[in-house]
């Protein structure tokens, strides 16, 4: 199974690829995660990307083009759930072929839906576990415990460095720019579905099994 989620910043994205890939032992590819990877590992790309990421702008196709075919190449997983990329429609063209050249096919595109000032109060109260990468929530999806994850018990519960009010907006209008066009590429490929993002996240979660189901 290979799977898009699409949606604007704080939609639930990397919530519900995490839950997918408990659930079905899917590969998760978010490229915004590797992204800061490369930011906190010093190399001259993540030199290259960490101002860009910061103001909330979208980095060069090229780089991340390069960085899913890497992930692509060196796998034999089940299937994959990609996070955050495409966001172009060059993207979208380059992914066409990678999957095709790997003998994968893309099963379902899932646009996650959610209107504008839901994202801004959960883009402003997300906080996410350094060591295992689970996200939480001040209001929505608290810790059990203060300061710790529940996940793996770490302490390195982080905010990330584009989560402001002014990076924020940069990163929406980028998204209706470049990135909501492919949703009429993939309507007119047959493979779009909408879930409703506001929902709670089992809810979502939920609604994202009914269209796997459904596309299969
Ligand atoms: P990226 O890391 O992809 O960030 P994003 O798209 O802005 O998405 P987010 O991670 O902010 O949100 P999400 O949808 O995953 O939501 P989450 O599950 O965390 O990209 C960052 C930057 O990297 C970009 O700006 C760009 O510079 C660069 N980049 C990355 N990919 C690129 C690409 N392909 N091309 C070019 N540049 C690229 O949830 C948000 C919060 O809401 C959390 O606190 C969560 O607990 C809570 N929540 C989730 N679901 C619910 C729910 N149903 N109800 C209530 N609360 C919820
Ligand atoms: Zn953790």
Known sequence: TNI????PPGAGKGTQ???LTEERGLVQLSTGDMLREAKDSGTEMGKIVADVM???DLVTDEIVIGL????????DAKGFIFDGFP???AQADALGELLQRSGHRLDAVIEMRVDDDALVDRISGRY??????????DKTKPTKKDGV?????SSDLRRRADDNAESLKQRLMEYYKKTSPLIGYYYAMGDLFTVDGLAEID????SITNVLDQAK
């Open 17 to 19: 690829a995490r839950i």
């Open 4 to 7: 898009i989620l699409l949606g």
């Open 87 to 89: 966001r172009t429609l």
């Open 54 to 56: 910061a103001r909330g």
């Open 149 to 153: 994850c529940d996940e793996c018990g």
């Open 68 to 75: 899913i075919d890497e992930k692509l190449r060196d796998t």
């Open 203 to 206: 809810v979502v979660a939920k």
């Open 128 to 137: 996410t576990c350094g060591n295992c990468g689970e996200v939480y929530h």
